[in-house]
């Protein structure tokens, strides 16, 4: 059993960390999860942490990057998305770091909740919930920011159902 779990949990953090995949410490978007309100200072993150999240950098359209998707069935199970982007190079090893333009990640959310960061253009979803999913994917910068241009998230959907 014990071995399982070391090789298995091992083997599955090696795929995520193959697909460019991290998950975060926690859920910005359930203050549930933290007993109510978001208590940024009481985590141990100042108010620059919460800026970042919330605060979009609004870009000029000219050059702006630019996000589509496919999400495709994998043939032996889950789900294949590719994020396909334009003027944006994704940058790993400068994550958290200072926004640079034209650089950053991407965040992926199914039915509005994230499932995490990604730092390359694939993404193996394993499942989805059943019934109507809507899979959505922003553009995010360095420091966590979301990228825009005129106020609209620079961002990609897709709606499907899921038997």
Excluded at 95 to 110: D, K, Q, R
Excluded at 123 to 143: F, M, Q, R, W
């Amino acid at each position: 059993f014990v071995i399982g779990l070391v090789f298995g949990g091992g083997l599955g953090f090696a795929i995520a960390a193959g697909n460019g995949v991290t998950f975060d410490g926690h859920d910005h978007a359930d203050p549930s999860a933290h007993g109510g309100a978001m208590d940024h200072a009481a985590m141990g993150h100042g108010s620059d942490h919460e800026m970042m999240h919330d605060t979009p950098i609004d870009l000029p359209a000219a050059n702006a990057p630019t996000v589509a998707m496919e999400l495709t069935d994998d043939p032996m199970a889950g789900h294949n998305l590719h994020i396909i982007t334009s003027n944006f190079a994704y940058a790993p090893q400068q994550a958290s770091l200072a926004h640079a333009p034209g650089e950053g990640h991407a965040h992926v959310y199914i039915n509005g909740e994230k499932l995490g960061r990604v730092y390359g253009p694939w993404l193996h979803i394993a499942s989805l919930p059943k019934g109507e999913v809507t899979v959505e994917v922003t553009l995010n910068s360095n420091d966590h920011r979301p990228l825009s241009v005129n106020g609209t998230a620079i961002s990609a959907s897709t709606t499907l159902t899921v038997d």
